[in-house]
Each structure stands twice: as C-alpha cells, then as structure tokens.
C-alpha cells in the first residue's frame, strides 16, 4: 500500500488536506473555463475576459470553505478576481496585487472586504502595493452581521451575507461603466443598508484541523453563529423553523428598523449542510412577518451562498432597497453561482 | 563610514535573525497558544526560512532592495497578521532607500522609524496595547540615539537589545487590546506578548551581527 493509499483522517472528499484550495480551484475553473480562469502561485480565479478596458474592476476574497463565496461570483456583472486563501484563513497580498494587477482595465479597482483582522490587514497592504505601482485603489469593508455586539469578539461586526449582494450590485454597477469612487460609494450604501444574522444547527470541521470547530448537543443550536463558527449571542435547545426565523429576523429590524412602506431584498442563506426544502420553509416564515409589518419584499435570494463548510444553518440578510439597488440587482448576470439577465 | 550599513551587513542580520527564530520558534508557539492561535513560532520560522533561502540572490543590490525583497518574501509567507505586520515593517523600513549601497547609522535608525511608523498604521495598535509595538517603538528610538552618537557600537547595540528583551518582558502584565488575544480580555494579562517577543530578537540579532563583524580592540 502506498501513501496515496493512506485512507484520510477526516470523513471528507479530499485527497490531501495541503490540495484542498488549489485542487477546487482547479476543478472550478474546469467546470466553467468560458467563465473564470484559475491561476495559481500567487492564488486567484479571475474572468476570462479581464481586464476590461475602460471599467472598473472588482475584486474579493477572503478564507476558503465559504464556497461559492468568493470564487464561484466571478464573471461578467459580478467579480473580476477572487482571492481564495487556505480554509477559513486570510489570503496573502501578494494574491490581491496579482490579481489587482491581472484585472485593473485602466479605470481602478474595487477591493470587497469582509471585516475580520486578517482579511482586512491582507488585502490594505496590497491596496497599499497596488497604488505604489499606480493602480487606483478603494476598499470598502462590510461588517453587516448584527449578533456580534454581544459575542465574544472585539474586532467589530463580522462581514457575511451583505457581502454577496454588495458584489452582486458593485459589479453590476462597473460594468454599466460607473467611475471607482461611484462604485465604492455604492458598496458602502449596501452596507449601511444590510443586516445578517445567522444560526447552526451542527458545527463544521475545518479539513486540517479534523475535528470540529465547536460542539453542539444533539438538542441544541446556536444563535448569532459566525461564517467560522465563531461563539453566537446564545446556545439553546433548538426550536421549531418558524420561531428560528423570528429569533433571526427581529434583531434585524430592530437594527436596520425599515418603515413600514419600505421594500427590502431578503435573503435566505444556508450554511452548507441545510437543504433548500428547510430554506424554503424559513423564507415563508420571514416573508409573512415582514408583509404583517408593512415591508414589501422586492426582491428575495434562497440557497447556499455564503457557507461554512458541511455546517447546517442557515442565515438572513435583509437589504433596504431603493430603484437604484433594485436596478443594479436586476442588471444581468453571469457568474458560476449567480446567472440571470443574458 | 566605518560602521554604516552596508549589504553584507544587512543580510548577516536577516540571517541571524531567521537563525534565532529558528532556535526559538517553540517558545514562540508557547507564547501564542497561551493568548493567540499558537502558529507564531511556526509563521515567523517559515517566513524567515524563505527570506533565507533569497538572501545569497541579493549580494550585488544595496540594503533598501534587501529589505524590500524581505517584506515581499514575509507577506507571501507568513499570513495572518504577522505577515502583513512584519511585511510592512521592512517595506517601511527599505523605502527611499534604492540605490543606496551603505546607509549611515543615522539613515539606518531613520529607516527602522518609518518601518514603526508603517507597523502602527497597520495595526492601529498604541503603546500598551501588549503587541509588537511595545517592543519595536522603544527600541528603536534608543537605536537612533545611539545612531546620533555618529556610530553604531557593539557595546551600544547590545544596550538596545538588552531594553528590547526588558520591553518584551514588560507585555507580561499588559491588557490585550489588539489582535486575537484581546478577545480574552483580562485572561490575557500574566502572559508575555509574542509578538514582542520576535520583535525584541530583531535587536538581538542586530547587536549579534555587529559583535562579529567589529574587531575587538
């Protein structure tokens, strides 16, 4: 028996843990190569066609495991690069200047943060290293989630699902040829305007790590959950989907307090290991609280788009909508994981 | 210029200073599992191994390439926030400087406070806070007093190593309030910050280069 043989430590569909980033990479790209093109050594997927002259580029990233979370949004009315880094661990800024450098069609480039130290000190310095060379540069950090007031952690809200839309809507933006400080103002207008919060039902296993993040009880789940598994607001025994749903939409409105003539974008995301059916469930729930109170829902997102490994959860993010969010919403589409509009 | 920097003595630092690493990275690690993510030792010792493994490429080019080729090496290796940290210390510490073949002790000390300067922006960290900082700004402000002597000596580069290891030492009954560890709160209080740490070895290793390359009298 050679070492290739050597069956592997945790229960999961790998072949090595050191080949896990590189080897998805490769396999994404594969499955959509007039899409996306992965390049490797620094690590980055980029859109075939980039850089596009005379537009704006936008560009994310941000650790591995979040799937389709950063790479499966590159393509024409979303990203031009993501930056994947190892599993829930921060990319390098020699990853964010090769791909700054790989899509900067001349009109500068957005760089899409989600606030956690090491994202944010990653990808400042190769802003910092991308002007030094001439690229314009503005970086916008989304910290939406509401649970972590109260959690254990100190470096401020966590960015989570505000992030897909703020992509969604900025690339769309750039490529109807709006000018980098116009581009960056909208990502920030989707961050004041959207809030998160998410719960798990089970913890997830990070492949080098092996074991799970956290434990959870047969019986329990945990409220205000980060990406990471990150500690939450409260662990409780677990409780029927439709008061889950109001336990993850009140702190929401009662953060964002949309009027009562106000439409939204509401968002149902699952954290990798819940099924549509269960997501499904919880979107009736919300809908049916946001109508009782006045606040139409204009538009809606249901699926796993922002996940935590095998993790079953699931979170919701509400956008406060105007026509100029809705348009850019609207506005085609043609990304591995997101595609309308062509 | 006797004792300026030149890029032999610039290298013989970076060497020295992977070699203490090398020799200290389980302390290190130590240090970081008792209020971090316990990967300090292991992040700096893989950073340091690959500037290592350039340092025989940079014999021709003057220290301000040397220290760039540095950053650029950390931040590609080191991840984290030490990475990026430490990746702009010596980015900081080499710009302006090109073309330059010997920095005079005065350049040098300059250069090392815009490398602090670069570090505190970064990481938006105080005096106090228990992070590399307590170490990086003290020490080298006693290097440019030192520096405006007119020359580096041993025995005056061996008094700023010294500070920096007390600097280290002086984290131990700090607050976190950066990084990982400040989500402990007051547990992180009793534990010397590792970050400081490896910033005191870099005037360890600096007053080590300088003992060697300086015949005794």
């Not at chain 1, 809200?157 to 490529?175: F, P, Q, S």
């Not at chain 1, 509401?266 to 809908?287: C, S, W």
């Not at chain 2, 505190?120 to 992070?131: N, S």
Request: proline share 5%; net charge negative; glycine share 12%.
């Amino acid at each position: 028996m050679d070492a290739t043989d050597v069956p592997s430590p945790v229960k999961k569909l790998i072949n090595s843990v050191e080949d896990v980033v590189e080897e998805a990479m490769a396999g994404l790209a594969a499955a959509y190569d007039g899409i996306l093109t992965a390049h490797f050594g620094p690590n980055f997927l980029k859109r075939t066609d980039a850089p596009v002259k005379g537009k704006v580029a936008v560009i994310s990233g941000g650790g591995s495991g979040h799937e389709p979370l950063h790479g499966g949004f590159v393509g024409r009315g979303m990203l031009d690069a993501a930056c994947p880094g190892a599993v829930f661990t921060s990319p390098t800024p020699d990853q964010m200047l090769a791909a700054t450098e790989a899509v900067d069609g001349g009109k500068g480039v957005l760089h899409i943060v989600k606030n956690y130290t090491g994202d944010v000190m990653n990808f400042e310095m190769a802003a910092d290293l991308a002007r030094d060379q001439g690229i314009a540069v503005e970086a916008v950090v989304i910290n939406d989630d509401v649970a972590v007031k109260d959690s254990l952690y100190t470096a401020g809200r966590r960015g989570v699902g505000a992030t897909v839309l703020a992509e969604k809507i900025c690339g769309a933006a750039a490529e109807e040829g709006r000018s980098l400080e116009q581009v960056a103002a909208l990502c920030g207008k989707v961050n004041a305007a959207g809030r998160s919060m998410g719960m798990a039902l089970t913890s997830c296993t990070v492949p080098h790590a092996g074991k799970p993040t956290f434990e959870l009880a047969e019986d329990e789940m945990e409220m205000g959950i980060g990406i990471h598994g990150e500690p939450g607001r409260e662990r409780m025994k677990i409780r029927p989907a439709d008061e889950v749903t109001e336990m993850l939409l009140q702190p929401l409105l009662d953060d964002l307090a949309p009027g009562s003539q106000d439409e939204v974008l509401l968002f149902v995301n699952g954290m990798g290991g819940t099924p549509l059916l269960e997501l499904f469930i919880l979107y009736r729930k919300a809908q049916e609280i946001l109508r009782n109170r006045g606040i139409s829902v204009a538009r809606s997102l249901v699926g796993p788009y922002i996940t935590s490994l095998e993790m079953a959860g699931a979170s919701m993010t509400l956008l406060r909508l105007d026509d100029e969010l809705k348009h850019f919403w609207d506005a085609p589409v043609c990304t591995p994981a997101l595609r309308w509009g062509l | 210029m006797a004792n300026g920097i030149t890029t032999a003595t610039a290298l013989r630092w970076l060497e020295r200073y992977a070699g203490i690493l090398a020799e200290n990275k389980d302390h290190l690690t130590a240090l970081d599992s008792a209020i971090g993510d316990a990967d300090h030792g292991a992040n700096m010792h893989r950073g340091f191994q690959a500037v290592l493994a350039k340092l025989p490429g940079l014999e021709g080019k003057d220290p301000g390439e040397v220290f760039k080729v540095t950053a650029m090496t950390l931040i590609s290796t080191v991840g984290g926030a030490s990475g990026p940290l430490y990746g702009t210390f010596f980015l900081q510490a080499g710009a302006g400087l090109a073309g330059r073949p010997t920095l005079s002790p005065q350049e040098f000390a300059a250069g090392l406070e815009k490398g602090v300067a670069g570090v505190i922006q970064r990481g938006k960290a105080a005096a106090g806070d228990k992070t590399m900082v307590d170490v990086l700004e003290p020490a080298v402000a006693a290097l440019r007093k030192a520096a405006e002597a007119g020359e580096l000596t041993p025995s005056a580069l061996a008094e700023v190593a010294a500070q920096a290891q007390e600097c280290a030492k002086a984290t131990i009954p700090l607050l976190a309030r950066k990084g990982r560890a400040s989500y402990l709160g007051e547990r992180s209080r009793g534990h010397q910050d590792p970050g400081a740490t490896s910033a005191a070895y870099l005037f360890t290793a600096l007053a080590e280069t300088f003992a060697l390359q300086t015949p005794k009298p």
